[in-house]
């Protein structure tokens, strides 16, 4: 039997117990108790105000957390247990490290800025890896629904990510912003960082509208380098709740968890291989390509 007579074959039995369930189970009826939105809802753990500002706990307090540990866990467990003859771990480290200092940085800036900025834009990739990376890992941070564990109410588990809140890729996007606005006129200058804003050859009138062109370019910058980590992180973890469950509990059609569930687990493994590193890898690199460009000699 071919591979293809087989795929349709395993196909046609998955929808046929689908509807086969549908048919026996039918539907309780749409759940309008169920708020997919109440899982994105950052609860204060510890409302703290500082000078009129939140500054309160939460979940993703805790995860940037958690990132930032694991980031600097990581790389000084590392760097201590350094060998001739590498490990799995210290190979796969080596490999990360060479993408971020060969293909990131030095392939976008000179050999100078890309000695001076390789660690930032490092620290950047790593630390918004390990951000995606820990969004997909169940944990209890769900206070809305807790469970009771020998008498005590603990938090269901629950998976969220630091990434899927806009202020955190915003607040990242802003130093990355300023950080290259302050590189691009301490090597050219005010002025003439200013002039770099318009291509060579260009003068008189027709100078005015580039500039200004070029000006909201670079102020869109912030929201389409935020806006891009925050969306895909966000759609990714919403797909994954719908399709894991939340569509079933929404609907009230048990037998949808037989298709959605079949699709959320593929879907879920792409999400880990894939769009977590990508995500990191485009914020580093387009970090690279701003920092670059700030201060090459034609922007």
């Known amino acids: 039997m071919s591979t293809r007579r087989k795929v349709l074959i395993g196909i046609t039995a998955w929808l046929v117990i689908a509807v086969a369930l549908g048919v026996l189970f039918g539907s309780e009826g749409r759940n309008d108790a169920f708020q997919p939105q ?29 990132a930032a540990l694991a980031t600097t866990a990581t790389m000084v467990y590392i760097a201590r247990r350094m060998q001739d003859r590498p490990n799995r771990v210290q190979t796969a480290i080596e490999v990360a490290y060479d993408l971020t200092r060969k293909n990131i940085t030095g392939q976008n800036m000179s050999s100078p800025m890309a000695t001076k900025w390789f ?3 490092a620290t950047l990739f790593f630390f918004i890896w390990f951000s995606n990376m820990l969004g997909y890992l169940p944990l209890p941070t769900n206070t809305e629904h807790p469970v009771d564990v020998f008498g005590f109410e603990v938090p269901a588990l629950a998976i969220y990510a630091a990434t899927a809140n806009l202020s955190i890729p915003l607040a990242l996007t802003l130093v990355v912003w300023i950080a290259y606005h302050v590189e691009g006129i301490r ?6 960082f200013m002039k770099s804003f318009v291509p060579p050859g260009i003068g008189g009138v027709g100078a005015i509208p580039l500039f ?33 469950g939340g569509l079933v509990v929404l609907l009230g059609v048990s037998a949808l968890g037989v298709v959605t569930l079949g699709m959320a687990i593929p879907f879920f493994l792409f999400e880990i291989g894939l769009v977590a590193t990508l995500q990191a890898f485009i914020f580093a690199i387009l970090t690279s390509i701003y920092l670059g460009g700030a201060t090459a000699d034609s922007h």
């Open 212 to 244: 200004v062109i070029e000006v909201i370019s670079d102020v869109v910058r912030i929201i389409s380098l935020s806006v891009r980590l925050f969306a895909n992180i966000l759609a990714g973890h919403l797909l994954i709740l719908f399709m894991a």
């Open 119 to 121: 660690s930032f834009v």
């Open 187 to 192: 090597v050219k200058g005010f002025v003439g």
């Open 38 to 66: 109440e899982e994105f809802r950052l609860t204060p753990w510890i409302e703290l105000n500082v000078l009129g500002l939140d500054m309160s706990i939460n979940k993703a307090v805790m995860y940037l957390f958690l």
